[in-house]
């Protein structure tokens, strides 16, 4: 089984967000050694915005395109790291994402949302591990997450082992 563990950071490499998902990923495979964990640190939010810069929403601007004559507008080229989650949400078998606090703002913009985008066409099941969830199981099943566990501000190993058992198949924890 290939898990894709996902954590958010927004600093360099002594990030501690860095080692929280390292460490994460340790706790998974010592619940499960037979899964492949592969963590990965995605940016906390979602790209700057456009917009202006008191936060209201930009007005647009209407481009006639068949008087210009094209038949659609592209859509703009995808940041690095979102294109580099679509490739490893396809290889994966489980997508586990750990957020401070899951609730509505989560489950629409930053790593969960873009976790839950990138597993959808795969039918990948996207898991998230929360220090505090705020989300209704109708919430979570409308932004395409299937599971949510609290584990605490700091995720301890039992809790991250709690959540690898009931996520893993029965042979993953075999450590024979």
Known sequence: MHVLLLA??????????RTA?????????????????EPMVLPPGPAASTGPPDGSPSPG????????????VAPPAPRPEVRLLHERVAEADL?????PVLDGA????????????????????????????????????GAGVAG????????????VARVARTWA???AADDE
């Open 8 to 17: 958010t950071a927004d600093g360099g490499p002594d990030d501690p967000d």
């Open 21 to 37: 998902a390292t460490a994460l990923a340790a706790a998974w495979t010592a619940a499960a050694p037979r899964c492949v964990v």
């Open 61 to 72: 601007v209407f481009v006639p395109t068949t008087e210009l004559g094209l038949s659609s």
């Open 95 to 99: 997508v586990v994402v750990h957020t």
């Open 106 to 141: 989560a489950l629409h913009a930053g790593p969960v949302h873009s976790a839950a985008q990138a597993a959808a066409p795969h039918a990948v099941p996207v898991v998230v591990l929360a220090g505090r969830s705020e989300a209704t199981r109708r919430e979570l099943a």
């Open 148 to 159: 949510a566990h609290e584990v605490g501000p700091v995720p301890g190993e039992d809790a």
């Open 169 to 171: 198949p029965a042979w």
